[in-house]
Nanobody, 124 residues
Framework: QVQLVESGGGLVQAVGSLRLSCAAS????????MGWFRQAPGKEREFVAA????????QYGDSVKGRFTISRDNGKKTVYLLMNSLKFEDTAVYYC?????????????????WGQGTQVTVSS
């Protein structure tokens, strides 16, 4: 069982930066693939990024490639999402997710555990 708590969301101006954190509980955090998703009002949930258990492999959604960076610190049981060059369309609730398995996937249904989400609002 893994519990996830996101933090770091807030209001930021366009072209600014923000770093989200996701703190996990449980002894096996280092064996989980971690992902970030987001959902804007009236839109479907969108894959943002994923990272392997070791941090050696990452995957990004097309809309954030080159701007966002996912990383993890297994010692702190935390995964991060550094968001640079933010755009108005990045406004959404951002969710952290964990899955048991080594394959990086971008389908939310493949993830086993979810956080409550943190709101990111980008002003234009």
């Amino acid at each position: 069982q893994v519990q996830l708590v996101e933090s770091g969301g807030g209001l930021v101006q366009a072209v600014g930066s923000l770093r989200l954190s996701c703190a996990a509980s449980g002894r096996t955090f280092s064996t989980y693939t971690m992902g970030w998703f987001r959902q804007a009002p009236g839109k479907e949930r969108e894959f943002v990024a994923a990272i392997s258990w070791s941090g050696g492999r990452t995957q990004y959604g097309d809309s954030v490639k080159g701007r966002f960076t996912i990383s993890r610190d297994n010692g702190k049981k935390t995964v991060y999402l550094l968001m640079n060059s933010l755009k108005f369309e990045d406004t959404a609730v951002y969710y952290c997710a964990a899955r048991e398995g080594a394959v990086l996937v971008h389908f939310g249904i493949e993830y086993d555990y979810w956080g409550q989400g943190t709101q990111v609002t980008v002003s234009s």
